[in-house]
């Protein structure tokens, strides 16, 4: 009878480096054969043991699943074979499972993804993951999807419905297609799926994203800001603090900030670990978000305790109250901008998220794309490029001047 393990197989890449593949390995008379799950593992996360990734692996819950799963398939086709008396070689075993691949359904591993996100308390980006499925299968009207209907005409259709039935933008089209696109990798990465039905790239479908016009507050603008006199400890005064410490802090996301704890702080350094990639973070704390601090000093008790006040009490134990607690509270903090804006003889739409995009505007091209993109904590520095042009407009004025200059005429 066949035998079947799960191994860490052994490979010498192009640069002389020993890589170790997560693959099942089966042996029938004397032979063996290999199935590889796509997957490279340090073998300090293998336990040989139990056949299983250890918990130190950041994918230990999915590669696990993805053992069982697999592991059910291969031992079923030798013990059918067994029980015919059938003579039937390693390769044919492997062979008979890469047949069943079409088994896995694009559904199937959408919800998988987006349960190994809900594992990782990454519930912002599951809810989200969660709402594009919801759409796709509400096109598609079917109860499962198989990787070879997902092609070029499906994409096409569901783009189509989405502008004229469902009224989005471009860019959440796009974003739906990028998740797509994310689970067809997952499944071609798996062997799940053959490179030849993905329905991306060139002569394909092409993701790209419409260009969009940010607009953030000018100089004079953040002054109007800093100069209102409010009432403390009212939303108002709440909000405004946020606001502009977010912006001092190169327009730190409001998440990130709501969810500040003053032993972040040390040295006058603020230290944390960004929610929305899990990056640690370390910045210099400018004297004008010192002072917003220095505000709320009073109602610290512990060094542990969160520095602004809307997540305050809230059980933690629960991702989902945080999750939606936090965006109760951004909503609030938005209504209040408005009100600031008015306020303050600002004739512009003021929310969380433009604190990013008025630093961004400031910044316009006084310091090095290099630094903005440490400013920002980008990851690419092509990202900050693309994101400080919509900023950058002296340039072009200038110019524009310039090019004008032959005329002398007035109008």
């Known amino acids: 009878m066949a035998k079947l393990k799960v191994v860490l197989h ?15 390995r089966v042996t029938a008379y004397r032979r063996r054969s290999y199935l590889y799950l796509g997957y490279d ?26 053992i069982r799963k697999k592991y059910d398939q291969i031992d079923d086709i030798i013990f059918e074979a067994a029980s015919k008396n059938e003579k039937i070689t390693a390769s044919q075993i492997l062979d ?15 919800e998988e993804h987006i349960e190994d ?3 990782a308390n990454k519930l912002n980006r599951a809810i989200s993951d969660r709402s594009k499925l919801n759409r796709i299968k509400e096109f598609s009207k079917k109860k499962t999807l198989n990787f070879h209907e997902v092609d070029e005409l499906f994409l096409r259709r569901l783009k189509t419905y989405l502008l004229t039935k469902r009224h989005v933008s471009e860019r959440t089209v796009m974003n739906l297609f990028v998740f797509m696109r994310l689970i067809f990798n997952e499944a071609i990465r798996r062997g799940l799926v053959d490179y030849k039905l993905y329905p991306f790239g060139k002569g394909k479908i092409q993701i790209k994203y ?14 109007k800001l800093e100069n209102l006199v409010l009432q403390p400890e009212t939303q108002l005064w709440h ?20 969810n500040l704890r003053w032993n972040s702080i ?19 704390i400018p004297e004008k978000a010192y002072e917003i601090l220095e505000m709320y000093r009073h109602d610290q008790k512990s060094s542990s305790d969160l520095i602004f006040p809307y997540l305050k009490g809230i059980q933690r134990s629960s991702s989902r109250n945080e999750y939606n607690t936090t965006k109760s509270s951004i909503k609030k ?50 990202t900050t490029i693309g994101y400080q042009g919509n900023f950058i407009h002296a340039t072009s004025d200038n110019a524009l001047e310039e090019i004008l200059k032959f005329s002398t005429t007035k109008i």
């Open 10 to 24: 052994p490979k010498i890449d192009r640069k002389k480096k020993k890589q170790y593949r997560l693959a099942f």
């Open 41 to 66: 593992i340090d073998p300090n996360d293998w336990n040989e043991e139990f056949e299983k990734v250890r918990k130190t692996h950041p994918k230990h819950q999915l590669l696990n699943r993805l």
């Open 96 to 110: 008979k499972v890469r047949d069943k691949l079409d088994d896995t359904t694009f559904y199937a591993l959408a």
């Open 117 to 119: 996100l809900k594992q």
């Open 210 to 223: 419409p260009p969009t016009l940010k607009i953030g507050l000018n100089e004079e603008e953040i002054l």
């Open 239 to 258: 909000s405004r603090n946020i606001f502009l410490f977010s912006f001092y802090l190169a327009g730190m996301r409001i998440s990130d900030v709501l």
């Open 266 to 284: 040390v040295d006058q350094r603020l230290t944390y670990k960004m929610r929305k990639n899990n990056k640690l973070d370390s910045i210099k």
């Open 333 to 382: 903090i938005n209504k209040y901008l408005k009100e600031l804006a008015t306020k303050a003889g600002i004739d512009k739409k003021i929310t969380s998220h433009i604190a990013r995009h008025s630093f961004g505007n400031i910044a316009g091209d006084k310091v090095s794309p290099q630094m903005l993109q440490k400013l920002y904590r980008h990851s690419h520095l092509s």
